[in-house]
């Protein structure tokens, strides 16, 4: 629960290297994570050779992290394994589809949630990397991923060379409904963003980016409509190549 608790985002790393046993049982720990059906649709590629990471830099914006922290892992939905399983075994495999990509996604993204929390609990530092899904295709490349396998998410892993403070977060409230869903009010919006509209550093950000609330940074800045809609068409191109859009019985 302190680990939990105390998640912080690590962007700078040392150059310890980290231990294989050590390694070992933070992997060994994502393998515990809740699975659908226990088929365990999910890979986890470990990357540690500096020249790969070296190239995989780019697929994630050039981020320091990727090449400074001695360890990468790139979680991936894969029906690769499960479905040679199956055809081996006499078993007709029907896992093209899309449902099954978002059966394997969910099973790699809580893989991935077990490793990260199990690697803090070692005093490890990990960042998530969004980026996996915009170069979606370039990774696959990468990492030579076959047909039924998917990046999901990726972190990088290794010893903090600092420690940020923790970033804020939006009230119980806001996320949490009781019995049923509850929609928000205009009250509602401005009672649970309140707090975190008027924090110093909100403040700075919008100095920095001329805007005139926070909200227009994430929707004219960080996220915009464009960039989400050109890396949807990628992605579901991605899903395309490598299998998931049978619509076909």
């Given at each position: 629960?302190?680990?939990?608790?105390?998640?912080?985002?690590?962007?700078?790393?040392k150059?310890?290297?980290?231990?294989?046993?050590?390694?070992?049982e933070?992997?060994?720990?994502?393998t515990?994570?809740?699975?659908?059906?226990?088929?365990?649709?999910?890979?986890?590629?470990?990357?540690?050779?500096?020249?790969?990471?070296?190239?995989?830099?780019?697929c994630?914006?050039?981020?320091a992290?990727?090449?400074?922290?001695?360890?990468?892992?790139?979680?991936?939905?894969?029906?690769?394994?499960f479905?040679?399983?199956?055809?081996?075994?006499?078993?007709?495999?029907?896992?093209?589809?899309?449902?099954?990509?978002?059966?394997?996604?969910?099973?790699?993204?809580?893989?991935?949630?077990?490793?990260?929390?199990?690697?803090?609990?070692?005093?490890?530092?990990?960042?998530?990397?969004?980026?996996?899904?915009?170069?979606?295709?370039?990774?696959?490349e990468?990492?030579?991923?076959?047909?039924?396998?998917?990046?999901?998410?990726?972190?990088?892993?290794?010893?903090?060379?600092?420690?940020?403070?923790?970033?804020?977060?939006?009230?119980?409230?806001?996320?949490?409904?009781?019995?049923v869903?509850?929609?928000?009010?205009?009250?509602?919006?401005?009672?649970?963003?309140?707090?975190?509209?008027?924090?110093?550093?909100?403040?700075?950000?919008?100095?920095?980016?001329?805007?005139e609330?926070l909200?227009?940074?994430?929707?004219?800045?960080?996220?915009?409509?464009?960039?989400?809609?050109?890396?949807?068409?990628?992605?579901?191109?991605?899903?395309?190549?490598?299998?998931?859009?049978?619509?076909?019985?």
């Open positions: 629960m302190k680990a939990i608790m105390n998640h912080r985002s690590i962007r700078k790393y150059t310890n290297r980290i231990d294989d046993a050590i390694l070992n933070i992997l060994l720990a994502g515990r994570a809740s699975n659908t059906g226990n088929m365990q649709v999910y890979s986890i590629v470990v990357t540690t050779d500096a020249e790969i990471k070296k190239q995989l830099a780019p994630h914006f050039n981020q992290m990727v090449t400074q922290a001695p360890v990468v892992l790139t979680f991936c939905a894969d029906f690769n394994r479905s040679k399983w199956c055809e081996q075994r006499k078993a007709t495999p029907g896992y093209d589809n899309f449902l099954s990509f978002t059966t394997a996604a969910i099973d790699a993204l809580l893989a991935a949630q077990n490793v990260c929390i199990a690697a803090e609990d070692k005093g490890l530092g990990i960042c998530y990397l969004g980026t996996t899904t915009y170069t979606a295709a370039k990774i696959i990468v990492l030579g991923l076959p047909k039924g396998v998917v990046p999901i998410t990726t972190a990088v892993v290794g010893y903090p060379e600092t420690i940020p403070e923790l970033t804020d977060r939006l009230p119980l409230e806001a996320v949490v409904h009781r019995e869903y509850h929609d928000y009010s205009p009250d509602d919006i401005n009672r649970l963003y309140a707090e975190k509209e008027a924090m110093p550093s909100t403040k700075q950000l919008l100095e920095e980016n001329k805007k609330t909200a227009q940074i994430f929707t004219d800045n960080r996220y915009t409509k464009k960039d989400n809609v050109a890396f949807s068409k990628a992605f579901l191109k991605v899903l395309h190549d490598q299998g998931f859009m049978n619509n076909e019985e």
